[in-house]
């Protein structure tokens, strides 16, 4: 079959704007999304309703909703979208410092520290090109890296949807800090001297989702008396200077935490699983050069971790 813009007599192009109205539900704001007139938007929904024989869009209460058969599009549309995307950004060894490409890329608080401090440092002589929108992952849905909105997500292994796009990349352990002036405990701390002292929690969120750490303490049935909680791992040191309390994060962190506040790292007195973490991608983007470059320089920082 010759290539068309058209198959089966559907404009290929109208595709965008249908992508748009269903995720917008508004001619308005799909006009603005797509950098076209709301008129010329009204025009292409016309001939989409006139081509699939559907209204696509009703009106419901004071918006605009999707008809039942428009919902069986979301999916379908938005992935061939972003398979086309994909497609233009594949180039045959393309340098880095060649990409222009804007990446929004999904992490935690403890990975923007540990692992892309060091990758916006590396890409601004590497990858000059590359401009970065970094988003928290407390919030994030994993429909948002399938749809195409986010290019990268680095989180906990065990958070990963598809393990077939996704990769290991660090291990850390745990450690706990201490103000150095603590005069209570020396360069080790037994079991019973941590259940005695007062710590620093970490509650994420709402405090539904447990941390590892908590996992761990409640798995050996132990008791911590927590006096602090923060909703944040940068949180625990400043928690613990100028007190007797003991806090407990991951190693790197730790490392890093101890140059700008005035904390010791000593061991953690029990068993704790280890932080594994893993970068994932949309399926489409595994030959992506700015995305493999992501990968392999994540990695190669993690191993000078080690």
């Known amino acids: 079959m010759p290539f068309s813009m058209r198959v089966n007599k559907l404009d290929l192009n109208q595709l965008v704007v249908l992508d748009a109205v269903l995720t917008y539900r508004s001619v308005s704001k799909a006009a603005a999304h797509v950098h076209l007139t709301q008129p010329a938007v009204s025009a292409s929904l016309g001939k989409l309703r006139q081509f699939f024989g559907d209204p696509i869009l009703v009106q419901q209460g004071s918006g605009m909703a999707p008809t039942p058969f428009a919902e069986t599009l979301v999916h379908p549309v938005r992935d061939l979208l972003v398979q086309a995307q994909a497609l233009t950004h594949r180039r045959p060894g393309r340098d880095p410092a060649d990409i222009q490409r804007r990446i929004t890329l999904v992490a935690s608080d403890y990975v923007q520290q540990v692992l892309l401090v060091s990758l916006l440092q590396r890409a601004n002589k590497e990858a000059p090109g590359l401009s970065f929108e970094i988003r ?20 906990l292994a065990s958070g990963i949807g598809d393990p077939t796009n996704s990769e290991i990349i660090f291990r850390d352990s745990w450690s706990c800090i201490l103000c150095k002036e603590n005069p209570s405990i020396g360069s080790e701390v037994s079991l019973a001297e941590y259940l005695s002292a007062g710590h620093v929690g970490v509650v994420l969120g709402s405090g539904r989702v447990p941390t590892l750490d908590q996992v761990a303490v409640d798995r050996l049935g132990l008791k911590r008396r927590l006096e602090v909680h923060v909703p944040s791992f940068f949180m625990v040191a400043p928690c613990v200077v100028g007190t007797e309390r003991l806090g407990l994060i991951q190693t790197q962190l730790a490392k890093i935490l101890s140059q700008k506040w005035p904390v010791r790292i000593i061991p953690v007195p029990f068993e704790i699983e280890e932080v594994v973490t893993a970068v994932q991608w949309h399926r489409y983007q595994a030959h992506d050069p700015a995305i493999q470059w992501i990968r392999q320089t994540l990695k190669h920082i993690a191993n000078g971790l080690k």
């Open 136 to 155: 928290s992952i407390s919030g994030y849905l994993n429909r948002e890296l399938e749809q195409g909105d986010v290019d990268l997500v680095v989180s």
